[in-house]
């Protein structure tokens, strides 16, 4: 028998591999509901108190869906479309070229145009070319060329991620800062922050009251900021994306793919919302929309990705037999899986510790937030725990409705 949530995760605990985790599960009406606070957490002055469900946590990744939700919300307004050109929107990426390789030397790049513009659902599905610097060797070479790593003081999105496109607009895949960039064209095209636009229009109908992208600066807080702590003195989530990583603190402003920090308490009523189609946020047929392939002529690359060496982060706990695709806020299954994921559910994560999913055919969602232990992260140990969380809590679910 595979070993269930409390006894893996709580044998992690004694062995100090981690602090605790928050684990927040639940259907559409709310007879199953699956919530659990598991061991402890250290204050700033050392302190350990128990880890508890309205604890703050740095979402990372997971912090992509609520910029999807932001800008289908923006479709909606008619401020903007899925298709259109975002030219005159956010000049920065249409003057983009794409990288090809470097001059014999090493010393130049090779440049092309990108052959068309770069649109809101190529963003939204990591279709656009603007990936993660550290995914491609082209883009590694550029950045230490370029504009190599170390200090440097906090930077805006179009500053931080100032480097060529790894692709051709919407002819392939690869993980990006889509969602960052996405989260700035919300802002020009709302004349609010992320951050503000955020909670007026998904919030605030969700009541939804502690949500903050980074820095964090509300003072009654700081006892409940899981990330604020001797060995992260300044919040900025180091133990989420894998001890050494300052991803928030060269961040200057909102960050879309990244920035957001709230309460798991929170984060399910969001996936709760998306799980009944309630039409809080987004209108049913959006909703519906958003759980479709939007791929494309990209589905290639996907396809590619998924068997890359990082391939198993992408697939997110799903087998490699178990057909997938992209849709507006992550990965969507095909198929079902025999008593886990129904056909449809979407799944994505955040950082190295966090997982959710949004099963609508099974009638279940749900997100587990992990708190690794500095400064010896067990990354292999955090992929099972989430595997357990994900299998364990369909094991319950399955057994409940008998």
């Not at 004694?14 to 009406?29: H, L, M, W, Y």
């Not at 919530?35 to 128990?50: M, N, Q, V």
């Not at 609010?192 to 964090?216: E, H, M, S, W």
């Not at 209108?283 to 060496?309: I, N």
Request: proline fraction near 5%; include cysteine.
């Amino acid at each position: 028998m595979a070993e269930d949530i409390e006894t893996s995760f709580n044998t992690s605990i004694e062995r100090g591999k981690i602090n605790g985790a928050v684990i927040c599960v639940t259907d559409t009406i709310g007879h199953f509901i699956y919530d659990k606070a598991l061991g402890t957490r250290t204050l700033l002055s050392g302190e350990k108190i128990p880890q508890r469900l309205d604890d703050i946590l740095f979402l990372a990744s997971a912090t992509k869906l609520v910029t999807t939700i932001a800008a289908m919300q923006c479709v909606e307004q008619g401020l903007l479309t899925l298709t259109g050109d975002l030219s005159s929107i956010t000049p920065e990426l249409a003057a983009k070229q794409v990288i090809i390789g470097f001059s014999e030397d090493g010393e130049t790049p090779l440049l092309e145009p990108a052959a068309r513009p770069i649109t809101l659902e190529m963003l939204l599905t990591h279709t656009s070319g603007t990936a993660y610097d550290f995914t491609n060797p082209r883009l590694i070479q550029w950045r230490q060329k370029f504009d190599p790593p170390g200090e440097t003081s906090p930077r805006p999105v179009e500053e931080a991620f100032n480097y060529p496109l790894a692709f051709q607009p919407g002819s392939s895949w690869m993980y990006s800062v889509g969602l960052d960039w996405a989260g700035k064209v919300i802002e020009r095209v709302t004349g609010r922050t992320l951050n503000q636009y955020v909670q007026q229009f998904i919030c605030d109908p969700l009541g939804i009251k502690d949500a903050q992208f980074y820095p964090v600066t509300r003072q009654d807080w700081r006892s409940r900021l899981v990330d604020l702590n001797p060995q992260d003195p300044n919040a900025c989530g180091r133990a989420v994306v894998g001890g050494s990583s300052d991803v928030n603190r060269r961040a200057k402003g909102d960050f879309g793919g990244h920035g957001l920090f709230m309460p798991a308490a929170d984060y399910i009523k969001i996936l709760h919302s998306l799980l009944a189609n309630d039409g809080k946020m987004l209108k049913p047929a959006t909703v519906d929309d958003m759980f479709q392939d939007h791929l494309g002529e990209a589905s290639a690359g996907y396809r590619a990705a998924l068997t890359s060496p990082l391939g198993p982060f992408f697939r997110v706990g799903i087998d490699a037999e178990t057909k997938t695709v992209f849709g507006l806020g992550g990965v969507v299954t095909l198929e079902g899986v025999d008593g886990w994921y129904g056909q449809g559910t979407m799944t994505w994560g955040g950082g190295l510790s966090l997982a959710w999913f949004i099963d609508r055919k099974n009638d279940l969602c749900g997100i587990c937030a992990v708190q690794p232990a500095l400064p010896d992260i067990d990354v292999a140990l955090l992929e099972t725990l989430k595997q357990t969380f994900r299998r364990d809590i369909y094991r319950k679910y399955n057994a409940w409705k008998k």
